[in-house]
Nanobody
Framework: DVQLQASGGGLVQAGGSLRLSCEGS????????IGWFRQAPGKEREGISC????????NYADSVKGRFTISSDNAKNTVFLQMSSLKPEDTAVYYC?????????????????WGQGTLVTVSS
């Protein structure tokens, strides 16, 4: 079975940091772009970061650029999202995703694989 398992969410104060992890199984991160979406309460899902080992692409949404960093350990089929300088508006359920073109414009990302979400709450 193809699966994405995210972890690392929690409660953090504004200005703090948090690192999310996502382990994939049933497929290889060498072959597919991987990334993160989020959905804040009452809002639509938003693509925030992606990377592709095949093309070398790494992209971020403007809302997180300079604060979030995506990385991966392909030997462990695990992707990370290091989040720094967190703001209350970063509060959302964060989803690990895969199987989509890691295009510079996040509006066109359309992942075919979704993991379960992990909740990040940033208190003011």
């Amino acid at each position: 079975d193809v699966q994405l398992q995210a972890s690392g969410g929690g409660l953090v104060q504004a200005g703090g940091s948090l690192r999310l992890s996502c382990e994939g199984s049933g497929f290889s991160f060498d072959d597919y772009a991987i990334g993160w979406f989020r959905q804040a309460p009452g809002k639509e899902r938003e693509g925030i970061s992606c990377m592709s080992s095949r093309t070398g692409s790494i992209n971020y949404a403007d809302s997180v650029k300079g604060r979030f960093t995506i990385s991966s350990d392909n030997a462990k089929n695990t992707v990370f999202l290091q989040m720094s300088s967190l703001k209350p508006e970063d509060t959302a359920v964060y989803y690990c995703v895969s199987d989509f073109p890691c295009h510079p414009y996040s509006d066109v990302w359309n992942p075919h694989m979704w993991g379960q979400g992990t909740l990040v709450t940033v208190s003011s």
